[in-house]
């Protein structure tokens, strides 16, 4: 039986009114015992309110850090990796409100946990394995992917995907207030930082579904962040201030 009591799924939020309510109902009944943590970024469109309602039927289970402002996604995982390791859990998860996650897909990541110290959910192994994005988005993600291979040498395919899943042993091997990435390219970097320290790191093929309802929060500047980021990370490993 897989671990959900010790396992916590981080879910960002900002204006997912339209997803967060299935999302927090499909993930309690898919998966019994786990815990949810939304680190809610002052969504106009009232989406702490449903949470707050929900919290009154899971008050063990469902947690939420209220923040002033739309304060970047890196800044709310690291909000919540440090809350996470303030308590027991040993398993922590990533994962979008959107749905672009299959919540089914969560044991596959928790299984690989069991024997690995780092797991990412993998639009492109076993194929490209992504739906409905257009073709000019798909050809730029995935030579994303080829680039920051080639610069920083890691063995990993999807670099910068959202999905995954960290032993306890992992998050506490990152240097948390140190993190340059406040994007996407977040995602690379403690992919990065892990795999360095010599951390078992393992991907799982998932179905990458593009969001229904809502709003995508992809910015052009991530592109030009990802370029310089991912050079500063190679350098950064190359000086040993990785």
Same mark, same amino acid.
């Given at each position: 039986?897989?671990?959900?009591?010790?396992?916590?799924?981080?879910?960002?939020?900002?204006?997912?009114?339209?997803?967060?309510?299935?999302?927090?109902?499909?993930?309690?009944?898919?998966?019994?015992?786990?815990?949810?943590?939304?680190?809610?970024?002052?969504?106009?469109?009232?989406?702490?309110?449903?949470?707050?309602?929900?919290?009154?039927?899971?008050?063990?289970?469902?947690?939420?850090?209220?923040?002033?402002?739309?304060?970047?996604?890196?800044?709310?995982?690291?909000?919540?990796?440090?809350?996470?390791?303030?308590?027991?859990?040993?398993?922590?998860?990533?994962?979008?409100?959107?749905?672009?996650?299959?919540?089914?897909?969560?044991?596959?990541?928790?299984?690989?946990?069991?024997?690995?110290?780092?797991?990412?959910?993998?639009?492109?192994?076993?194929?490209?394995?992504?739906?409905?994005?257009? !073709?000019? *988005?798909?050809? /730029? +993600?995935? @030579?994303?992917?080829?680039?920051?291979?080639?610069?920083?040498? $890691?063995?990993?395919?999807?670099?910068?995907?959202?999905?995954?899943? !960290?032993? *306890?042993?992992? /998050? +506490?091997? @990152?240097?948390?207030?140190?993190?340059?990435?406040?994007?996407? $390219?977040?995602?690379?970097?403690?992919?990065?930082?892990?795999?360095?320290?010599?951390?078992?790191?393992?991907?799982?093929?998932?179905?990458?579904?593009?969001?229904?309802?809502?709003?995508?929060?992809?910015?052009?500047?991530?592109?030009?962040?990802?370029?310089?980021?991912?050079?500063?990370?190679?350098?950064?490993?190359?000086?040993?201030?990785?």
């Amino acid at each position: 039986m897989l671990p959900f009591d010790q396992t916590l799924i981080i879910i960002p939020t900002y204006n997912e009114i339209d997803n967060i309510e299935r999302m927090i109902t499909t993930l309690f009944s898919l998966h019994k015992g786990v815990h949810l943590l939304i680190i809610e970024d002052g969504s106009p469109d009232g989406t702490a309110e449903v949470v707050k309602k929900f919290q009154e039927t899971y008050p063990e289970q469902l947690h939420m850090i209220q923040r002033t402002g739309k304060l970047g996604l890196g800044t709310a995982y690291v909000t919540g990796f440090k809350w996470a390791l303030e308590r027991e859990y040993q398993f922590v998860f990533e994962m979008d409100c959107d749905f672009s996650h299959d919540p089914a897909q969560v044991p596959d990541l928790l299984e690989a946990a069991q024997t690995n110290d780092l797991v990412i959910g993998s639009r492109y192994i076993d194929g490209i394995r992504i739906i409905n994005w257009p !073709f000019r *988005r798909l050809l /730029l +993600s995935y @030579l994303a992917s080829i680039y920051t291979r080639f610069v920083t040498n $890691i063995p990993v395919f999807d670099t910068t995907g959202g999905f995954k899943c !960290f032993s *306890r042993k992992a /998050l +506490s091997s @990152l240097d948390l207030d140190n993190i340059i990435s406040k994007g996407y $390219i977040f995602q690379l970097e403690l992919n990065y930082k892990v795999w360095s320290k010599g951390l078992k790191v393992k991907e799982v093929p998932i179905i990458f579904y593009e969001r229904r309802d809502g709003q995508s929060k992809m910015a052009g500047g991530i592109i030009f962040e990802a370029l310089f980021s991912v050079l500063r990370l190679r350098f950064n490993k190359m000086l040993g201030k990785l």
